[in-house]
């Protein structure tokens, strides 16, 4: 089976760039350029969630002139490299398909989802010292359950250094102490509109490749790609590999 891939909007690529990327996930199959533009978009009902590198949610109003809105998509909307889910959030989809490779985010997620008010309960119980976001940090999660594996990404992302998201070698979360100050930016009620949002989406960590080798008539694709950070980016260790460069793909699937 081959696809039309209409790119409607990247920002800050070169079309070779844009090509390859193109080319490396659909490889052998077709794809065309066009440039459709809504104008006038007005942005409602922002949820607060998390920090997010690369997050684009203060780039919305460039991306979402290029995106239906959900009434538009005969199919689902799918975000296989969906990080903070910026773009997911604003246009609230019928039906979606959420993925990543980063399973600390998927659990965050899977929590949230079932039951917003217990991982609230958790997370509002975690300490407000610098000690305290290291025992949390460093602590054994061999006996825990999904709702405090949620809760306790969702406090070191709100209280880590800048919301950074880094892993050492062994895949364990190792980012600094960053202070309360945006802890207590979201509430409970903040949870549970997110979990409404989930609700409507299948969530699954995997490669992108897996989501986009099983596309379906009708359904609409956001990619947002990690960016390769160059070597003055990878010498400074307050980057990490999806570090923001405010690139993203907005792509509309037509079966042949
Ligand atoms: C630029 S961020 C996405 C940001 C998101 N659009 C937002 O607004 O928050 C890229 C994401 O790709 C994920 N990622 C990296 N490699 C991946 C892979 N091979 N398959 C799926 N996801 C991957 C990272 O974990 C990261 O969450």
Redesign the pocket.
């Known amino acids: 089976m081959s696809y039309i891939l209409k790119i409607l909007s990247s920002s800050r690529m070169k079309v070779d760039d844009r090509n390859n990327i193109i080319k490396g996930i659909y490889n052998e199959k077709y794809y065309i350029l066009c440039s459709i533009k809504k104008t006038g978009f007005a942005m409602e009902n922002q949820v607060k969630f998390i920090r ?6 203060r780039l919305l109003k460039y991306i979402l002139p290029y995106i239906p809105s959900s009434n538009y998509i005969t199919g689902r909307y799918i ?9 997911f959030f604003e246009i609230d989809p019928q039906e979606a398909l959420l ?4 399973g600390d ?1 998927i659990d965050l997620y899977k929590g949230i989802k079932r039951d917003p008010k217990k991982v609230w309960n958790i997370y509002k119980n975690f300490p407000d010292t610098k000690k305290g976001y290291y025992e949390i940090r460093d602590s054994d999660l061999t006996n825990e359950d999904l709702y405090y594996r949620s809760a306790r990404i969702l406090y070191l992302n709100r209280t880590c250094f800048k919301g950074m ?1 880094r892993h050492n070698s062994d895949g364990d979360f190792n980012v600094g102490y960053g202070g309360q100050d945006r802890r207590w930016v979201i509430n409970k009620q903040n949870l549970i509109e997110v979990s409404e949002r989930l609700n409507k989406a299948l969530i699954k960590k ?4 897996n ?1 986009l080798n099983d596309l379906e008539e009708g359904d609409f694709v ?1 990619i ?4 390769k950070p160059g070597k003055k980016e990878m010498d400074n260790a307050h980057y990490s ?2 570090q ?1 460069k405010q ?2 793909i907005v792509i509309d699937i037509t079966f042949m």
Request: one cysteine or more; aromatic letters at 20%; a negative charge.
């Open positions: 997010y590198p690369g997050g684009k949610r975000e296989p490299f969906v990080g903070g889910g910026s773009v993925s990543d490779i980063n985010l998201w995997s490669d992108f490749s989501v956001f947002d790609p990690p960016y590999l999806c923001v690139r993203f």
